[in-house]
């Protein structure tokens, strides 16, 4: 693990890290929201934007648009509207959306099980 990390590392300070590709890509596919979004579209296939915000707890409605267009802008989700009154949308992950969710999965399950102790670790640094 150590030399694929040297590998990619000594590839990147070469470059302009200022707009560094990896850092660009992750931001918009790390923060709190859009884990929350990826999972629970991993989970359900498809979902409606109310349906998806209620699963998401805490997200507010504008904060959900911006994240669901970002990942739609950047092919993760696919965004189908359905020619119905009222307008019917439907939000499902593309194939790049599902690889990411594959990719990211076995962090999310070690996050699960390490939460406990780093959490009762930050309950005796106060």
Known sequence: MQERLKKIYSRLSTEDLTNCPIREVFSVVSDKWSILIFFNLGVHARLRFNELKSLVQGISSKILAERLKRLERDGYILRTVYPEVPVKVEYQLTD???????QAAPLIIWITKQAPAILERRKGNK
Do not use: A, N, P
Request: hydrophobic share 30%; charged share 30%.
């Open 96 to 102: 790049l959306g599902k690889g990411y969710v594959e």
